[in-house]
């Protein structure tokens, strides 16, 4: 009989054929070994407690306790149940307050993107403070490109990016925060015959081969650049396209060409890369002068569908910035 009872132990039981009531009384009387003294603690005469541990031992197809008139025993298979029975009731209390978290986005999982720019210093000193105030948030990150994040926010398959454009270019149809604002700078192998200037003209570095982003990655931001020398009488001589940051600072560090890049960018020190500022350059005829180009960070999410996680990050980025 033992064995059938330890064999149907561990077959699968449709979980609605016991209710958290039956859980509440056999820890009760498991906890009390006494049914007289469980059915006070739980406010119910003897006879319906009886009545429902032997209900509890029947869905299950096991014995409990072990009962004489003097003495209630666990059994041994009620002795390997009770800490599972204590863990399913503790949860079952712990779920009202999880409920109530969950709606004000104290908890629950964001799903966050961003540009390898905002990976510099930015992103970790906010996931930072937002762990520390949200702890119980689990936030799940993924460097992506602009055209990435479109496509996974599009997917619902992301909650938020920070994407990279050029200045008021935040794509359309998304809700944006504009997070930071910096001027593009240009980066040059250090050997480079321009290297010892410590600010150079656009002139200057028009015919320079180019290595630059794919426009597809952000489009605003590569028609400026190209905006830019059209303006001036020239056609960018691109050299060599590559997606990440990093990867074309690299490139530049090889000698392939002067990168156009955003200011954050310094903080990737890599040998064999300078850094300089581009000064306009007046038009002739006339004194117009060409506007050198920005570049702007915002966290976009989609307007419909927002999660209480994702609103209290949002509000946490507009405090970052007050």
């Known amino acids: 009989m033992n064995e059938s009872l330890n064999q149907s132990f561990h077959q699968p039981l449709n979980p609605h054929l016991i209710e958290l009531r039956l859980w509440r009384q056999f820890s009760a009387v498991a906890e009390e070994l006494h049914f007289g003294h469980a059915a006070a603690r739980l406010h119910m005469t003897q006879p319906p407690l009886t009545q429902a541990i032997a209900q509890l031992e029947k869905l299950l197809d096991v014995r409990l306790f ?30 009202p307050a999880q409920a109530r978290a969950a709606a004000t986005g104290e908890v629950g999982r964001l799903r966050l993107a961003f540009v390898s720019t905002v990976g510099f210093a930015l992103l970790p000193q906010w996931v930072r403070a937002f762990r520390q105030l949200y702890p119980k948030v ?4 993924l460097e992506a490109t602009g055209d990435v994040q479109l496509l996974g926010l599009e997917r619902g398959e992301m909650d938020a990016g920070f994407m990279l454009h050029a200045p008021g270019f935040a794509p359309v149809g998304l809700a944006h925060l504009l997070i930071t604002q910096e001027s593009l700078v240009l980066a040059l192998p250090e050997h480079h015959r321009l290297a010892s200037r410590a600010v150079l003209t656009l002139n200057e570095v028009l015919a320079e081969p180019l290595v630059i982003f794919p426009r597809r990655i952000v489009p605003s931001l590569y028609d400026a650049i190209f905006a830019l020398y059209h303006a001036a009488g020239y056609l960018p001589a691109v050299a060599q396209e590559a997606i990440q940051m990093q990867t074309i600072v690299n490139l530049v560090s090889a000698g392939l060409g002067v990168a156009w890049v955003p200011e954050s960018v310094r903080q990737f020190q890599r040998s064999g890369v300078i850094y300089r500022e581009v000064g306009a350059t007046q038009k002739a005829p006339g004194n117009k002068v060409n506007a050198m180009p920005g570049c702007e960070t915002s966290l976009v999410w989609r307007q419909d569908g927002i999660s209480p996680t994702l609103e209290r990050f949002v509000a946490f980025a507009r ?4």
Do not use: I, M
């Open 66 to 95: 072990d009962r004489t008139k003097r003495s209630v025993q666990l059994t041994a298979t009620g002795q390997a149940l009770l800490p599972a029975v204590l863990d399913l009731l503790a949860r079952a209390q712990a779920l």
């Open 138 to 141: 689990q936030l799940d990150l």
């Open 319 to 322: 405090s970052q910035l007050a």
